[in-house]
């Protein structure tokens, strides 16, 4: 536990409560961060192998999934070192359940598709039964999309992969695009603020006639900015010093957007190329996508902390109640967000730039 003092977490709590942070999207969209020998596959490749219209590498990384829990990337077990010590004497036989985040089952029928070369009937067969419900060791509920994909696969040939697909519901399908825009947005907004800092910079995106809306980047091409497109203008030297930071966009890429017309719209394009995706309109829906826009900077409304006594007692924070130099090891804090925004990303703003000060 690292302690913070009361006005240093003002401070933090007041800077973004003013300055927003960056909108990062969050796992949940994206995939885990880690090693691919830990996480195994994520959600933006799945996405980027069918804007390839490689279909049958999707497929195939559907069926490989996760591999390790995300908390072990650390090596670190938790336990102590007698649980430690029972824990490594368990892998060594190679397949320790608590190493994963899937069950000892699901991992079995991957293992089936690998070593079958992608058989959906054996892979089926290997599959436990639909029926047995509860966790993440359920099977045949945690599995509904590999058993429709493999399903289709059987139905409709090994070589038809893309009707195959088709057998997953639309917004399954869409789902793993989307994953691969944010993926794309995230490095470009890394870069955009590497590169440019967080002062509007002549060649960015803005929303110009803007009032209370969000462009929140979610469903490509509606809401979230995909009905007011025509609002979105290029920054110029004429303009600049009447856009605010708070009105610069990044595009999900897409065939009915525009880029920045500085050194992030060349940035979109080096990766784009890199990844070998490129979004037409004249394309099945499975290989492309329209595009929208996301604010870079997002803001939390009503952000407030108090502080949490020994014991589990909360004390609202305020300077009668406490003195500046106060130490703090545990608090609360409250906020709303905006659509589309991930509350993991406005705390992990929050406490790195908190924990930083104290390493």
Known sequence: MI????SHIDNMVQRISKSGFINFYGEQRVGNAGPK???????????????????????DLLMTGRLKSYRNISGNSGGNDEEGGKKKEEQKDGDSDEEYIESREIRHVRKVWKESG????????AMPSPGRGGGVGAGGAMMARERAVLK????????????????????????WINAYQSYVWNLAVTERIRRLGTE????????????????????????GGGSRKKDVCIVSKENISDVDISQVVLPLPGYDVQYPSNEIGKFYEDI???????????????????????????????????????????SKHGEEE????????TFKIRFELGSGSYATMMLRELMTTTLARYH
């Open 3 to 6: 302690p913070c003092t009361t």
């Open 37 to 59: 020998s830990v996480v195994g596959v994520r959600s933006f490749e799945i996405g980027r192998a069918m804007l390839q219209k490689d279909f049958k590498l999707a497929i």
């Open 118 to 125: 992608g058989d959906p009937t054996a892979t089926l067969k």
């Open 152 to 175: 289709g696969l059987k139905r409709y040939g090994k070589d038809n992969a893309l009707m195959a697909i088709r057998c997953l519901q639309h917004g399954v399908r869409m789902f």
């Open 200 to 223: 509007v910079a002549i060649g960015d995106l803005y929303v110009q006639n803007r009032k209370d809306d969000v462009f929140c980047g979610d469903n490509d091409g509606e809401g």
């Open 272 to 314: 784009l190329l890199r990844d070998n995706v490129s979004f037409c309109k004249d394309t099945v829906a499975e290989a492309t996508a329209k595009g929208t826009y996301r604010d870079i900077v997002a803001f939390a409304k009503d952000l407030e902390w108090e502080k949490v006594k020994d014991g589990g007692e909360n």
């Open 322 to 329: 406490m003195q500046q130099s106060d130490i703090v090891d």
